[in-house]
């Protein structure tokens, strides 16, 4: 089995910063893709930022220059920095990798249980 843990949640005020983390661990053989998703109070499921195993970024363009996404290879493990939180990045945020387990011929998409980022004004 895979499982995917975030760390670094909280509440921060407006312009704060917060480090998020996810660590992926179980009988992993390769891992592309890595990223990270958000939900907010009754909104659906967003893409926030993604990093391929080579260290190519992508991000949405609403955190784009304030958010940043990184990985750590050999730690299976990806990070996200938040910087100049605003009360609309309130949101429980997902990590997401694409992983071929140990007996899975495919890639196959993982999610953490999420992790909450609550930003006061």
């Known amino acids: 089995q895979v499982h995917l843990v975030e760390s670094g949640g909280g509440l921060v005020q407006v312009g704060g910063s917060l480090r998020l983390s996810c660590a992926a661990s179980g009988n992993i053989l390769a891992i592309e893709n890595m990223g990270w998703f958000r939900q907010a109070p009754g909104q659906q499921r967003e893409f926030v930022a993604t990093?391929?195993?080579?260290?190519?970024?992508n991000y949405a363009m609403s955190v784009k220059g304030r958010f940043t996404v990184s990985r750590d290879n050999p730690k299976n493990t990806v990070y996200l920095e938040t910087h100049s939180l605003q009360p609309g990045d309130t949101a429980v945020y997902y990590c997401?990798?694409?992983?071929?387990?140990?007996?899975?011929?495919?890639?196959?998409?993982?999610w953490g249980k999420g992790t909450l980022v609550t930003v006061s004004s």
């Open positions: 997401h990798a694409m992983i071929r387990a140990s007996g899975d011929s495919l890639l196959m998409n993982y």
């Open positions: 990093i391929t195993d080579d260290g190519l970024t």
